[in-house]
């Protein structure tokens, strides 16, 4: 149990330090823009400052400690060239169709936006927001509460330019569009607010990947926040690969809202940064809509991944579905929080959560925790929780077969791996992540072999 | 082909082989009977080199090379293959893609080429009709929700595939079916050559009718206290193993 539980109990704890992080840059805060965005941006800052930065006495929070985030005093970040290059080394980054943020920057140059269907509009969200106002106005913001999560309310206070991807009705959109946030800077430790905001309209289909990258060696915060709309029998498939320098911070949160038989599925693989938080955030909002979350993350050294997903079933007749999956090595620590809410119009509610993972080392550690809130009474909700490291006794019937032990291990974790990564639909993505993961994972295999005796 | 000498083998600490002698020539068929607890699985887990099973004394001598030198994928790329009395489940990983990575990785140590997916297909096909073997068995992931005959005829099948020098089969006619069981000893017996020997361990005599033994071997404490030709099973069959316990 929390064996600091009754010292945060005394009066002296219970109040918030007042210091606010990330003072220099709060200073050099983004102007301009539509009126209500300037409001939004001083509202966001008014509530940063209130809240700080979480602590681990924040129940959301218990595990994952982001004081070094607070503790670099990281400036705002500029565009910065040499981005095209740098492109190459990442997972599928050479999609036809495909945005590029820079530093929170929307990228003309780097971006390719042809040959899409009437109607349909991608590209910059402060392009989006001046001339595409009654939509964007009508949707940003609306599923990201900032009055109560920090690191929105400094995404807000931050707000300025990310990717939008607006779909009108029936608009189906064959080729999947690729959304790129790069930060990173030569010389400075920067951070970088993107903003992501898609709009499928009724009857609409598209895929959607983003992926979160940086130079490797540099040290730099990202703190995202998406907002993905699903309108009636429209379909969202939405991927996220996070693929950011080993010595960055990576915060962010996806936040989706499905109409009345609408589909949204994300699946979302880890594989960079120093301390991670995923926040995956889906509202099943109208009868007969469906929701998928899944995610598959890999970390060694002493990393920290830690995904928070909520499911919020506010409608009846609604299947949702998670698999999260987890490989870890060194002393890595994971955390895995998975919240399913059915509220009580939410009759016929199908839930099922999983969630795995594999310790390939001694001292890699996870919390897991399911959360389930159930106020109806007509439902069914199953979920399981595996932590464990290989099993001993399926690698000795492969090595019986022939396999050495590290073919046999090999080919143990690529299952365990595969029962995400098939699920990917594109198939140049698919193929990309693989070759990523079991690179990733050759290198902490010949850390472990190094310490196995 | 197999000399076993003295061999002494401890499982969770506790002595249960107190001196195994051995000898198995090639196209011989040697069965190993004797009651519960005797030590028949531990014999050949400890063959095939289970890491739970110590091997504190004695020797074994598999083609003049020592066995208990080598790891466990070392014994099987040499020709040694072990049917498993209880065969793992091992979810996500698929059935054929884990046999062509077995037979290549067999044939690779033979120094023949890597079969290609068409040549390994052809080849399974073939096994495949002789197990009576369903194709969908071969999608699926390895023995995984396999009802207990599949999984017995999914062990036999492997060893087809396979082709040891030599088979030490581990009760597998336990919890099996008459047509499994016929099934079965037809793929053991489908596979009886001059250059291959068997070591079949078994609780009931019922199985050696179908495969019929040039010796049985009784063992009952963890030695062998009785060995004879294939007569001396039905003996076993008719007097039980008591007579051969109180001698």
Redesign the interface.
């Known amino acids: 149990m929390d064996r600091g539980g009754l010292n945060a109990m005394t009066p002296q704890l219970a109040e918030k330090p007042k210091l606010v992080p990330f003072a220099s840059a709060f200073e050099k805060r983004p102007q301009g823009g539509p009126r209500w965005l300037e409001d939004l941006r001083a509202r966001g800052a008014a509530r940063f400052a209130a809240l700080g930065l979480p602590t681990v006495r924040d129940e959301e929070w218990r595990f994952t400690n982001v004081a070094p985030i607070g503790a670099i005093d990281f400036s705002l970040a500029e565009p910065v060239s040499g981005v095209a290059e740098q492109l190459a080394g990442f997972a599928y980054t050479d999609a036809p169709v495909r945005l590029v943020v820079v530093n929170g920057r929307y990228d003309a140059t780097l971006s390719r936006t042809k040959g899409l269907p009437k109607g349909v509009r991608i590209g910059s969200l402060a392009q989006a927001m001046s001339d595409h106002a009654d939509v964007v106005q009508r949707y940003f913001g609306q599923l990201s509460d900032f009055t109560h999560r920090s690191f929105a309310a400094l995404n807000t206070a931050f707000v300025q330019d990310g990717a939008y991807v607006y779909l009108p009705d029936n608009a189906i959109v064959d080729a999947p569009i690729h959304i790129i946030f790069v930060t990173g800077a030569e010389a400075a430790r920067v951070m970088a607010h993107p903003r992501t905001l898609v709009v499928a309209g009724a009857g609409s289909q598209c895929r959607i990947v983003e992926s979160y990258i940086g130079t490797e060696g540099q040290t730099y915060f990202t703190n995202g926040v998406s907002e993905v709309f699903v309108a009636e029998n429209a379909i969202v498939d939405h991927y996220k690969v996070q693929q950011e320098s080993l010595d960055a911070f990576h915060v962010a949160s996806l936040h989706a809202h499905t109409a009345r038989s609408a589909t949204f599925s994300s699946h979302s693989f880890s594989l960079g940064g120093k301390l991670v938080r995923n926040d995956a955030l889906a509202i099943l909002d109208g009868e007969g809509g469906e929701c998928t979350l899944n995610g598959l993350y890999l970390a060694d050294r002493e990393r920290l991944i830690d995904n928070h997903t909520t499911i919020d079933h506010a409608k009846a007749h609604c299947p949702s579905h998670e698999i999260y999956k987890g490989i870890l090595g060194g002393t890595a620590r994971a955390v895995f929080n998975g919240k399913i809410i059915v509220r009580q119009d939410a009759q016929k509610t199908d839930a099922k959560q999983t969630n795995r993972a594999l310790l390939l080392t001694d001292g890699a550690t996870i919390n897991t925790k399911p959360q389930l809130e159930i106020f109806a009474d007509d439902v069914k909700c199953t979920h399981g929780a595996a932590i464990g490291q290989l099993?001993?006794?399926?690698i000795?019937?492969?090595?019986?077969?022939?396999?050495?032990?590290a073919?046999?291990r090999d080919?143990?974790i690529h299952?365990?791996a595969?029962?995400i990564l098939d699920r990917v639909k594109i198939e140049p993505l698919r193929e990309a992540l693989e070759a990523e993961l079991f690179e990733q994972l050759a290198r902490d295999l010949a850390e472990v072999d190094g310490t196995r005796t | 082909m197999l000399e076993i000498t003295r061999l002494q083998v401890t499982a969770e600490g506790k002595e249960i082989l107190k001196g195994i002698d051995l000898k198995v020539n090639k196209g011989e068929v040697h069965a190993i009977m004797g009651p519960n607890g005797s030590g028949k699985s531990t014999l050949a887990r400890a063959l095939?080199?289970?890491?739970e099973y110590q091997v504190t004394g004695g020797q074994v001598l598999f083609e003049g090379h020592d066995l208990l030198d080598m790891?466990?994928?070392e014994?099987?790329?040499e020709g040694v293959f072990?049917a498993?009395q209880y065969?793992?489940e091992?979810?996500?990983?698929n059935n054929a893609y884990?046999?062509k990575?077995?037979l290549n990785?067999?044939r690779k140590?033979q120094g023949l080429p890597e079969l290609d997916a068409m040549e390994f297909m052809a080849l399974v096909n073939d096994k495949a009709k002789l197990l009576d073997i369903d194709k969908s068995m071969l999608s699926r992931?390895?023995n995984e929700g396999f009802s207990g005959g599949e999984k017995k005829r999914n062990e036999i099948f492997?060893m087809a595939l396979?082709e040891p020098t030599l088979a030490i089969l581990d009760e597998t006619d336990s919890g099996l079916d008459i047509d499994a069981l016929k099934l079965v000893a037809n793929g053991v017996n489908a596979m009886r050559s001059p250059e291959r020997a068997f070591i079949v361990v078994t609780h009931y005599q019922r199985l050696l009718n179908y495969i019929v033994p040039d010796f049985v071997h009784v063992l009952s404490g963890g030695r062998i206290v009785k060995s004879g030709g294939k007569e001396l099973a039905l003996e076993l069959e008719q007097k039980g193993y008591g007579w051969i316990e109180a001698a």
């Open positions: 099993d001993d006794d399926a000795f019937y492969l090595r019986a077969r022939g396999l050495t032990y073919e046999a080919m143990m299952a365990f595969a029962e | 095939s080199g289970h890491p790891d466990p994928d014994r099987a790329r072990m498993f065969p793992v091992i979810a996500g990983v884990f046999l990575a077995a990785a067999k140590h992931a390895v492997q396979l």
